[in-house]
């Protein structure tokens, strides 16, 4: 399922998600909501999930202008994934959709999902609930995540309130990966 780095075990049974951060998401004619502030924050987990040791995974949707390989498709310059990330593909609005993204982090010791990306309403609280689902421990963090919506804070924090049933809720500044 990984593109790059597939058998590279952590040394934390913490993995921090990383939800369709892609240029056609993100830097399209209509961007998200609060996007570079997003992107910072989620940069910030990024390094700090590294630093502690946590798996970083790079997760991209193929679709309308974000066909495989193409420029849509590619993760945005920000992201820099590096060894020992992942970067792996779905097929649906969920993580787990279309591959074998579970039984991966499982086999690797992951047993925490820290959650972040676009979009809110679709790929992120999908994956959420799904991760649930599949046994994993789940934080969502709660400002690290965004959606294309005109009223997207209050899609943000309603979404964050309905998913505090699933995931533990936490700004980036609080999630902790050790």
């Known amino acids: 399922m990984s593109e790059l780095f597939?058998?590279?075990p952590s040394d934390s049974s913490s993995a921090l998600v990383v939800i369709e951060l892609q240029a056609a998401v993100v830097h399209g004619a209509a961007r998200p909501h609060d996007a570079d502030f997003v992107v910072r924050r989620i940069c910030a987990l990024i390094d700090r999930a590294r630093r502690e040791g946590a798996q970083v995974v790079f997760?991209?949707?193929e679709g309308p202008g974000r066909e495989r390989n193409s420029d849509g498709w590619k993760l945005i310059a920000a992201?820099?994934?590096q060894f020992p990330d992942w970067v792996v593909a779905k097929a649906g609005a969920s993580i787990f959709a279309g591959g074998n993204l579970a039984a991966q982090l499982k086999?690797?010791?992951i047993k925490r999902l820290v959650?972040?990306?676009v979009s809110t309403d679709c790929s992120v609280e999908t994956s959420c609930q799904d991760a649930a689902e599949h046994g994993f421990e789940?934080?969502?963090a709660s400002d690290a995540h965004t959606t294309h919506h005109d009223n997207a804070e209050t899609v943000i924090a309603q979404r964050n309130a309905v998913l505090?049933?699933?995931a533990a809720v936490l700004?980036?500044?609080a999630v902790a990966f050790a």
Do not use: S
Request: hydrophobic share 45%.
């Open 6 to 8: 597939p058998d590279t």
């Open 59 to 61: 997760v991209q949707h």
């Open 79 to 81: 992201l820099r994934p």
């Open 107 to 109: 086999a690797t010791g």
């Open 115 to 117: 959650l972040a990306g």
């Open 138 to 140: 789940v934080v969502l």
């Open 164 to 166: 505090a049933k699933a």
């Open 171 to 173: 700004e980036a500044g």
